[in-house]
């Protein structure tokens, strides 16, 4: 191309934000919450924990033997008075149904899958991945599953503080407690899958990069 025809080229025009149809949005939030699922029964198997809510579901799960689903859901209804007031009506709605999903995911699981063995260290990798994959799926979709990640993503849209930092921040915190109740080998890898997931989500969701809404 001349210099000339290159002068004459367009300049490439704003970049328009696309609204998801709710097709997209039922595909992702399914998606998300289905990898996150998969991820926390990773985390059941090897012994693991998790931060946010779902780190807490899991200790009351581990010291009352209430299952996980059932806890996780009642621990994150606090949460969506934040939600609702400093997210929307929109994102509070998605979460409520991700969560209430994620819950129903759980119980179900292990009647149709089972792990008989997995290496804590592969477990806390590849469910770190898991996680952080699956909550991205969400966040790029205006939902969340709850707790720390409501947080999170609020820091990060009014403040520009990267979800990632604060979660993995808020992720340690939780897990810090669970020195109390498993095992220090356990926590460490509870610890690594944290980082893992906070480090991706830290890399993949910045804000801006993502235009959809």
């Given amino acids: 191309m001349s210099p000339a025809e290159s002068s004459n080229s367009p300049a490439p025009g704003p970049v328009v934000s696309l609204r998801h149809g709710t097709y997209e949005d039922a595909q992702a939030l399914f998606s998300g919450t289905l990898f996150v699922a998969m991820a926390l029964m990773l985390f059941n198997q090897a012994g693991l924990l998790i931060g946010s809510t779902a780190g807490m579901a ?115 915190v939780v897990l810090l407690l669970a020195l109390f109740v498993v095992p220090l080998e356990r926590v460490f890898y509870s610890v690594l899958a944290a980082v893992v997931m906070g480090v991706f989500l830290w890399i993949s969701h910045r804000p801006g990069r993502y235009v959809g809404g």
């Fill in 58 to 172: 899991f200790l009351l799960h581990y010291v009352t033997d209430i299952s996980f689903g059932k806890l996780f859901f009642v621990v994150n209804l606090p949460f969506y008075w934040f939600a609702w007031t400093r997210m929307g009506r929109e994102f509070t709605l998605k979460t409520f149904i991700c969560v209430a999903l994620l819950s129903l995911l759980t119980e179900l699981f292990p009647h149709v899958m089972q792990v008989s063995y997995i290496n804590p260290l592969f477990a806390s990798l590849l469910g770190g991945l898991l996680l952080g994959t699956g909550c991205l799926f969400l966040a790029r979709h205006r939902s969340s599953l709850g707790g720390a990640t409501i947080v999170s993503l609020y820091m990060q849209n009014r403040y520009g503080v990267r979800a990632g930092k604060v979660q993995l921040a808020i992720d340690c």
